[in-house]
């Protein structure tokens, strides 16, 4: 035998409700997973940023970098594989023409981006180009660019991974009341340079040397600053004199003593300081007491103010025990401190200002 039933008709009332409901119920899921979408002037500015959080690693055709956005803005931050680097970049809300985040609930949305194929996506047109982001685009998990130039239209999607869990945050750069020695150029062109004079020295293992002398102490043309490397063919030594500078301020240990000396692996600082140190328009260099070393770049955008930050790890060396045992002041900036070592709270949390 064969049963035949009849459908019922659904009428038009009833079947409107259950498509309000359905509506309803994406709208509810989009805003449970979160969503962020703005629009900028010119894409040059995401690009510029992106581009100097680029780390020169073996692995950078691989780079991700993590993004947070917030109602505050956008936040990017990458970091080397022994975790001795990290860079943080920052697009507030200010800067945007438009921006609207929906965090479902949560403060922060985190993605992990791909940074190769975004710069090429963010390239194609000039530095002239519109750009709008939008997250999540469709049903997936994409981050979809538009860009717009002079009536010409592209369109790019990125397939991004989303961190159901905030990653691990990188803790305050200064304890409650502590006074950084610092150090801020008049040309910011001139921290590139001196840079630059050690990339022939670019190899493993291979320690930068930065000595700070306290201004009081120094004789009238002596180097306020002196960055040394060495290898088995070669050295290099750049000297900073103290006309160069805008400011320069040692704390109080170091200012006691005449001078500090902090030690770094080389390839470590050119790795997260250089790009951003050629594209910056103002810098500043700071060293905490562990001898964690900030550098604070305002970089050049079409108008737009663009903040990064590199914070590079200090290394240890077999002279802070000769030194700490003459009774000298031991040199803070040989340990093995790393930004991810306090607990105060996130280094974004701090002013970047100058």
Same mark, same amino acid.
């Given at each position: 035998?064969?049963?035949?039933?009849?459908?019922?008709?659904?009428?038009?009332?009833?079947?409107?409700?259950?498509?309000?409901?359905?509506?309803?119920?994406? &709208?509810?899921?989009?805003?449970?997973?979160?969503?962020?979408?703005?629009?900028?002037?010119?894409?040059?500015?995401?690009?510029?940023?992106?581009?100097?959080?680029?780390?020169?690693?073996?692995? &950078?055709?691989?780079?991700?970098?993590?993004?947070?956005?917030?109602?505050?803005?956008?936040?990017?931050?990458?970091?080397? $594989?022994?975790?001795?680097?990290?860079?943080?970049?920052?697009?507030?809300?200010?800067?945007?023409?438009?921006?609207?985040?929906?965090?479902?609930?949560?403060?922060? @949305?985190?993605?992990? @981006?791909?940074?190769?194929?975004?710069?090429?996506?963010?390239?194609?047109?000039?530095?002239?180009?519109?750009?709008?982001?939008?997250?999540?685009?469709?049903?997936?998990?994409? @981050?979809?660019?538009?860009?717009?130039?002079?009536?010409?239209?592209?369109?790019?999607?990125?397939?991004?991974?989303?961190?159901?869990?905030?990653?691990?945050?990188?803790?305050?750069?200064?304890?409650?009341?502590?006074?950084?020695?610092?150090?801020? *150029?008049?040309?910011?062109?001139?921290?590139?340079?001196?840079?630059?004079?050690?990339?022939?020295?670019?190899?493993?293992?291979?320690?930068?040397?930065?000595?700070?002398?306290?201004?009081?102490?120094?004789?009238?043309?002596?180097? $306020?600053?002196?960055?040394?490397?060495?290898?088995?063919?070669?050295?290099?030594?750049?000297?900073?004199?103290?006309?160069? @500078?805008?400011?320069?301020?040692?704390?109080?240990?170091?200012?006691?003593?005449?001078?500090?000396?902090?030690?770094?692996?080389?390839?470590?600082?050119?790795?997260?300081?250089?790009?951003?140190?050629?594209?910056?328009?103002?810098?500043?260099?700071?060293?905490? &007491?562990?001898?964690?070393?900030?550098?604070?770049?305002?970089?050049?955008?079409?108008?737009? &103010?663009?903040?990064?930050?590199?914070?590079?790890?200090?290394?240890?060396?077999?002279?802070?025990?000769?030194?700490?045992?003459?009774?000298?002041?031991?040199?803070?900036?040989?340990?093995?401190?790393?930004?991810?070592?306090?607990?105060?709270?996130?280094?974004?949390?701090?002013?970047?200002? *100058?």
């Amino acid at each position: 035998r064969v049963w035949c039933a009849q459908v019922p008709c659904i009428d038009h009332g009833l079947f409107d409700a259950l498509i309000h409901a359905v509506g309803a119920l994406m &709208q509810e899921a989009a805003a449970t997973e979160g969503s962020v979408e703005c629009r900028l002037d010119s894409a040059n500015d995401l690009a510029a940023l992106l581009s100097a959080l680029t780390l020169r690693e073996k692995d &950078q055709k691989e780079q991700r970098v993590l993004c947070e956005a917030s109602e505050n803005g956008l936040k990017f931050m990458a970091q080397s $594989a022994s975790k001795d680097v990290a860079v943080l970049g920052w697009i507030f809300k200010d800067a945007f023409r438009q921006y609207s985040f929906n965090g479902g609930g949560d403060e922060h @949305l985190h993605l992990k @981006l791909p940074v190769a194929p975004l710069l090429s996506c963010l390239t194609i047109f000039s530095d002239r180009a519109a750009l709008v982001l939008k997250y999540p685009h469709g049903a997936s998990n994409e @981050l979809r660019f538009t860009l717009e130039e002079d009536g010409a239209v592209t369109e790019c999607k990125l397939r991004t991974l989303v961190l159901d869990e905030a990653p691990v945050p990188i803790n305050a750069f200064l304890a409650p009341g502590e006074r950084p020695s610092a150090l801020r *150029f008049k040309q910011p062109e001139a921290w590139h340079l001196a840079l630059g004079e050690f990339s022939d020295l670019d190899a493993p293992d291979v320690v930068l040397r930065v000595t700070l002398r306290a201004p009081e102490a120094m004789a009238q043309d002596a180097p $306020a600053v002196v960055l040394r490397a060495r290898t088995i063919n070669s050295d290099a030594e750049v000297e900073l004199p103290q006309h160069t @500078l805008d400011e320069l301020e040692l704390e109080s240990r170091a200012t006691a003593a005449g001078e500090i000396t902090h030690c770094y692996l080389l390839s470590s600082v050119l790795a997260g300081c250089l790009k951003a140190a050629k594209e910056s328009k103002a810098v500043k260099v700071r060293f905490n &007491q562990e001898g964690v070393m900030s550098n604070q770049f305002i970089l050049r955008g079409r108008g737009q &103010q663009l903040f990064c930050e590199a914070l590079v790890s200090p290394i240890a060396e077999p002279e802070a025990t000769a030194a700490a045992a003459a009774g000298s002041l031991p040199n803070i900036g040989n340990s093995t401190a790393n930004p991810y070592g306090r607990t105060q709270g996130s280094v974004a949390d701090e002013s970047i200002g *100058f």
